[in-house]
């Protein structure tokens, strides 16, 4: 069994920062790429951004809606994921989700959810 556990999430005044965490735990053989996606009430989910495995092929990935005010990151070795939430406005409010791709030591590889974390950014 795999658990996704996000923490970090609050009430940010807007230009304020917060910093998301989500760690992996479990039958983990490897992780090929964890992910952040985020829905606000009344709408979709949507993607925020993507890393990779590091080495050769590793990369990251935000959505234009975030670049330049949002950064994502990896520690491998603590098989976590951290999404660094810089000039936040009240439009990013919504529920933060963690996401992984995660072959399992049955030999599974399937996508992880974790349970969420609320971000608002209010004055």
């Known amino acids: 069994q795999v658990q996704l556990v996000e923490s970090g999430g609050g009430l940010v005044q807007p230009g304020g920062s917060l910093r998301l965490s989500c760690a992996a735990s479990?039958?983990?053989?490897?992780?090929?790429?964890m992910a952040w996606y985020r829905q606000a009430p009344g709408k979709l989910r949507e993607w925020v951004a993507t890393?990779?495995?590091?080495?050769?092929?590793?990369?990251?990935n935000v959505a234009d809606s975030v670049k330049g005010r949002f950064s994502i990151s990896r520690d491998g070795a603590k098989n976590t994921v951290y999404l660094q939430m810089n000039s936040l406005k009240p439009e990013d409010t919504a529920v933060y989700y963690c996401?992984?791709?995660?072959?399992?030591?049955?030999?599974?590889?399937?996508?992880?959810w974790g349970q969420g974390t609320q971000v608002t950014v209010s004055s």
């Open positions: 479990g039958s983990i053989f490897s992780i090929y790429a």
């Open positions: 890393v990779t495995a590091g080495g050769v092929g590793g990369s990251l």
């Open positions: 996401n992984a791709d995660i072959t399992g030591t049955g030999g599974d590889r399937r996508d992880y």
